[in-house]
């Protein structure tokens, strides 16, 4: 204890840690319910729970709700469930996010650990201070429920790793069971959690070239010692692989077998997301190779980037001792994003699913800036760089206190922050800000209403999930609805909260959002992340209910006073147009759907129309052209990948036919159309029983 008081920086270490302690899951408690995390992650752990209370009798959790969570390791969800029903608290979220901030914590101390082992004490509080202030791990600390307790997971059991061949073989007992816990927890989160299995193996190789002689590797006395710490190594490993097991329910049965599909699927991600990337919207099974480190070098602090840059420049100078440790570091910072760049890997939502690989990067340029510090002999010189370092900090902390508890958007001084990245890469993706939107909503327009007898008020969202537990109060009066923000006037709706998520680029950045008829945002540096809509006028509704029993002729005034009203209401004039050729007026839809793309390019859904309108005057070469660039704006529009195989079809082409066809089919394998159309084309050509397997295969589809 005497040692302990003698050591400032190592008392401020602690008073740090044990403030984020407390503060962290204070902060979490404004936090909005995360994208999936009622739909998905929360039942999930109810399910999950339910097997184990069952002994295995309930097997929900193994096919739920026709998602593929039953793939991933549900030891958190488990966790909150056992913490909700002992406490039983009257919001249950906010027990959820305590405790994913405590995870966010545990990484946080975790890596700070480590910096401490490597560089000293003050490396550790650099540490500390470099991930709090990072407002896109602090902000996804609040209610990330997989992707933090994975990164907590991950850098204690790397912590562990290093712990452990620092101290081989005087303590290996003490320090062999953590690791073993660690990768259990890392599978129980995520399968992807075996591979630091792996890693620690290879790491005892590493491990044993850099602290041998070249000319001494093959000494059978060194070779020995190898061999000894190896075996130490794998049972460890084996025994963390079980522990997984144990905490993964779908494992159960055939552990080996389905561990590898588990793997193989997270490997490429079937569920393809469109999003916002350079200004252009793009899947994420398509993302271009640079994709994830430059999303990384725009969304971290630049002090983060300096220490990155000093530690590199000052590597010759750190301990040669541990260049083991440092090595780690790096390998488990950089390989999992150079293996998912290899493998072209689905990714979306900038970079959360890599996560796990900052603690490691905030612990090098933590280091990188305490070696910084230690070639300054003089104190002032010492201040004078510990100053700008402060300076630098004050920008992410200026955003952490201006917009929480949506701190999570954040962009850097390099990439011109918020206001620059507007328009040109994601903002709310996570949907945090339903819950500010909700909260403002309910106490302006709700709370005080009632709605006449048997009606209720109607509020939509383009994310409607979360918002049935945020007016989980007022199911009396109030009706949740999910609509899609370009098809907005197709639903009826009192008021929509419309999350900056999907929204077309080109009308962020010319402030065509929000619309006309919003009357409250939800703001991050000054630019809106998502909108409260008020409904006054319900034309564009009853048109497009008029238009779908047949009568468009009717529908035509209606529209035409909805975007008398709103000249911007850009789904209004594609209905219009919609509306015009069902009545044959071919040159007044023309003039619509112009308008239409004028307020919103490259709108598939308005493309594909204006080919159609085309088709319909016989202007085929119009209409192929446009065709064609739908295909380059959506490459997965398959109506219009469709209709140039009907063009070619009807032009005689039909090798040409079949390969826009057969793509139309690639992209969506249910699309009937495109299987009837292939058949009739083998009809023509004489080849029947291939017409007739084709048919046969359309008419069993759903």
């Known amino acids: 204890m005497s ?20 503060l962290m899951p204070v902060l979490s408690l404004n936090s909005g319910i995360s994208g999936d995390e009622e739909t998905f992650h929360y039942p999930h752990g109810k399910n999950v729970f339910n097997y184990y209370k069952t002994l295995g009798k309930d097997t929900t959790c193994l096919h739920y709700n026709n998602s593929v969570l039953h793939m991933y390791g549900p030891v958190f969800d488990l966790t909150t469930v056992a913490a909700i029903k002992i406490i039983k608290p009257n919001d ?26 490597l560089g000293g004490w003050r490396a550790g509080i650099i540490t500390l201070v470099f991930l709090f202030l990072s407002p896109r791990f602090l902000g996804h600390s609040y209610n990330n429920p997989k992707d933090i307790p994975f990164t907590a997971a991950y850098i204690f059991t790397i912590y562990c790793i290093i712990r452990f061949l620092k101290s081989f073989p005087e303590r290996r007992y003490r320090f062999a069971w953590p690791i073993a816990v660690g990768i259990g927890l890392t599978i129980g ?22 602290t041998q002689k070249y000319k001494d590797w093959f000494k059978k006395q060194n070779l020995q010692k190898f061999f000894r710490l190896f075996l130490y190594a ?16 779908y494992a159960h049965k055939s552990p080996v077998s389905k561990t590898l599909e588990a793997m193989s699927y997270m490997e490429q991600y079937a569920t393809s997301l469109r999003q916002v990337f350079e200004g252009k919207i793009i899947w994420s099974d398509h993302v271009p190779k640079y994709y994830l480190p430059k999303y990384i070098f725009i969304t971290i602090p630049e002090f983060i980037i300096i220490g990155l840059i000093a530690f590199f420049v000052l590597l010759h100078k750190m301990k040669k001792k541990y260049a083991t440790w440092y090595f780690i570091l790096l390998f488990v910072s950089i390989f999992p994003v150079s293996y998912i760049i290899f493998k072209e890997s689905n990714v979306y939502g900038g970079w959360r699913h890599v996560m796990f690989i900052y603690p490691g990067i905030a612990i090098i340029s933590s280091l990188g800036i305490n070696e910084l510090i230690n070639i300054f002999r003089k104190k002032y010189q010492q201040f004078v760089v510990t100053g700008i370092l402060v300076l630098l900090a004050v920008l992410p902390l200026k955003h952490i206190i201006s917009n929480h508890p949506h701190e999570y958007i954040y962009y850097n001084a390099i990439s011109g922050g918020v206001k620059k990245a507007y328009g040109k890469y994601e903002m709310d993706y996570f949907y945090h800000s339903l819950k500010a939107a909700s909260d403002w909503l309910i106490k302006n327009k709700i709370e005080n209403v009632t709605p006449a007898e048997g009606e209720k008020i109607v509020v939509a969202s383009n994310f409607s999930v979360p918002l049935n537990y945020y007016f989980r109060n007022y199911k009396d009066k109030v009706k949740i609805v999910y609509i899609r ?98 009545t044959n007026e071919y040159d007044k839809a023309l003039q619509a759907i112009s308008k239409c793309l004028k307020l919103y390019p490259g709108y598939d859904r308005g493309l594909n129309l204006l080919g159609m309108i085309y088709l319909n005057k016989k202007e085929y070469n119009n209409a192929m052209q446009v065709f064609r660039k739908n295909m380059k704006e959506n490459p997965k529009y398959v109506i219009s990948i469709y209709y140039l195989g009907v063009i070619y079809a009807q032009n005689n082409d039909y090798n040409t036919a079949l390969k826009y066809l057969e793509k139309s089919i690639e992209v969506n394998s249910r699309y009937k159309p495109a299987y009837y159309l292939i058949a009739r084309i083998y009809e023509l050509q004489g080849k029947n029983d291939l017409a007739k397997r084709y048919i046969q295969y359309a008419n069993s589809l759903p």
Do not use: C
């Open 3 to 22: 040692e302990f008081l003698k050591d400032p920086e190592k008392k401020i270490f602690y008073a740090v840690a044990g403030l984020l302690f407390i």
């Open 92 to 117: 249950e979220y906010k027990i959820r996010h305590i405790l994913n901030s405590l995870t966010g914590w545990a990484a946080i101390f975790f890596a700070g650990l480590i910096a401490v082992m």
């Open 189 to 210: 989160v995520r399968v992807g959690g075996i591979l630091l299995a792996i890693y620690f193996l290879f790491f005892v190789g590493i491990h044993y070239l850099f």
């Open 234 to 249: 794998l049972v460890i490993s084996i025994a963390g692989y079980f522990i997984g097991i144990l905490l993964w329910p």
């Open 485 to 582: 923000y370009y098809e907005r006037g197709n639903s009826d709706w009192d008021y929509a909260i419309i999350a900056n998520s999907y929204i077309n680029p080109y009308q962020l950045k010319k402030n065509k959002w929000p619309p006309a008829n919003t009357i409250k945002t939800i703001d991050v540096d000054g630019k809106p992340i998502n909108a409260i809509l008020e409904r006054t006028d319900h034309s564009d509704f009853e048109g497009y209910q008029l238009m779908s029993r047949g009568n468009s002729a009717a529908a035509i005034p209606l529209f035409q006073t909805a975007v008398r009203k709103d000249k911007d209401y850009e789904m209004v004039y594609y209905n219009l147009a919609q509306a015009y050729l069902n």
